[in-house]
């Protein structure tokens, strides 16, 4: 199966072993060029680096941790999709941990991964973080970290994120267009990042259209809808509200589901009576009843970035002159479930 | 947080400290009683022991690999939540590889786990599979290892499986009794336990109903619905037959929603031109459109008892006599999707 080897590559593209070897590590010694000749001539040939060889010989581990709130959740899952393809091909294996939304096993998972000597981190906050010393100490000891998704505003490092705000303003504006008022926003604890942002431009969207922001419409889950009952309560909170909503806006892939599920339980007509628009990307947006219209991130390609930012920091330690965060846009697939104006 | 120790247990329940670590390690020293009395009051009082300091200890590892074609999918990703929450309570951490239905990659990340050092392994068969040394050298060298789901028939160690045939001659004779007769099976390589078991269930029952065998409505997707164009070549082939499926019944989480989105496309009505139903976990399921009937499988208790075996495996390597293959029923969630009969 492995036939192909580095020596073989440099033959065919006239150069040193040692350049295609340094190439295929993604090493900042060798110029753009060259590393993409390398790399799309090796993927043509299915050259794939042994990375139990590799890690024998320049004793790293080759390998990339990754700590995310839960794989049960098609954003987190396709995210890591993305990490994995990259990673595998520039040599390195992924080590997947779930927090579950647990700040005790957030540490946990980071004290086992460093005592396991991994290369690096890439971590997604879980909803219950708000202490992140045990981050802040390992960046201090030269541990290359990088967070995406729900990222910290304090710690200096690479990031991957993506535009939360204008993700949550145009669906939020998308709702008022078609007719809706009411708008109410599910969303996670409001300490993280994307709730913050999610929250601000939901407020913006509303502000802009001239409709009073009302605190009273906006429900916290503290596990970021991971606990059915949670999500229940508030939207019962909702639905039994003087004024009930007549849109909702939800901050995630639980939230939306479990905003769908009790919708339906309480036989409540979606759109006509209660039109829903979620952060979701769940595969089957287009098969559930109704079609769902979906704000949908650019995970596998957010993954895909944020290893490659790690991988830089692993492997050129020295050459971070700056930091950079890299910001990607949502895409809002309008479907049934938000269609049409209010009856 | 973590308060309480293990004197505190032993203070409380009058037992000896040894005797409460020995207890909440699962060992077989203890009796059954004991354990539960200990397990219940540590669960009671939020007892959590520190892997790190275990493993410091006793020059263990404490961890287990997981190895499962793709977290993806909700079968897989509800087994993992059982396999943590055991495994975390007794001390464990969990490492999470892919193998994306990748013979080659599933070898890696055995190779790489057996380099870190893990304790035992938990794997699920990928597709792709076929020739098994990687886990028979490790079994002879003392890897304890357990297998689920997709389990090697030659390989003697732990097994935790579910009763596909039963799930599958359940599923087949529902469909015929509602009216149908030509129905297709789309499912997995047929070298997987688990498509030759569900083959078999869905061949008996159309034999127990005087409905004859017919091989062309059988249709096999090597990456198990991993890839789209497969699941949408082989649904082409069944909606351009001469006599086209009434009925389908889907082997897998993906081939099910591939299968219901092509049925979507093609304007085909479910249940009143083609029913469907499939083995799927999907959170969502009646959420869909239409509510999908649905082959459950009690994927958390699966990944609790198969942790459970091989922490006894990893803690008591001499005491077992004899391995066993402990099976579990499926549930049939009958909704719209295959209800009524033929229209």
Chains 1, 2 share one sequence.
Do not use: W
């Amino acid at each position: 199966m492995e036939t192909i080897t580095i020596k073989d590559i440099a033959r065919a593209l006239n150069l040193s072993t040692s350049t295609v070897s340094r190439a295929l590590r993604n090493s900042y010694e060798i110029n753009a060029e060259t590393k993409k000749l390398v790399m799309e001539y090796a993927e043509k040939m299915h050259y794939r680096p042994n990375p139990i060889a590799l890690s024998l010989r320049d004793s790293k581990s080759k390998s990339i941790g990754v700590i995310i709130p839960e794989i049960a959740n098609n954003f987190f899952s396709q995210l890591i999709n993305g990490i994995e393809s990259i990673a595998y091909s520039l040599g390195y294996h992924t080590v997947i941990f779930q927090s579950h939304e647990s700040y005790e096993r957030e540490v946990a998972n980071t004290n086992y991964l460093v005592s396991r000597k991994v290369d690096g981190l890439l971590v997604s906050l879980s909803s219950l973080t708000t202490d992140l010393v045990h981050f802040e100490e390992l960046i201090e000891k030269g541990m290359p970290i990088v967070f995406f998704d729900r990222v910290p505003n304090d710690i200096e490092t690479h990031k991957v994120v993506v535009d939360n705000f204008l993700g949550s303003y145009e669906a939020t504006e998308h709702l008022i267009q078609s007719g809706r008022r009411r708008i109410a926003h599910l969303t996670s604890p409001i300490y993280l990042s994307i709730a913050t942002e999610r929250l601000a431009g939901y407020k913006k969207a509303l502000e802009d259209n001239g409709i009073a922001f009302d605190e009273s419409y906006v429900k916290y889950c503290h596990h970021g809808g991971k606990l059915t009952t949670e999500n229940e309560a508030a939207m019962q909170e909702l639905l039994s509200m003087p004024e009930p909503p007549d849109a909702i806006l939800a901050a995630s892939d639980r939230l939306t589901s479990g905003c769908l599920s009790v919708l339906h339980k309480n036989h409540i007509r979606i759109p006509e009576e209660i039109a829903l628009v979620g952060f979701t990307n769940i595969g089957v947006a287009d098969l559930l009843n109704p079609p769902l219209t979906a704000v949908v991130q650019p995970a596998m390609e957010m993954g895909q970035q944020a290893v490659e930012l790690l991988i830089r920091l692993i492997e050129n330690p020295k050459k971070i002159s700056k930091f950079e965060t890299r910001s990607f846009k949502t895409s809002l697939m309008v479907r049934e479930s938000s269609a049409g104006s209010r009856s």
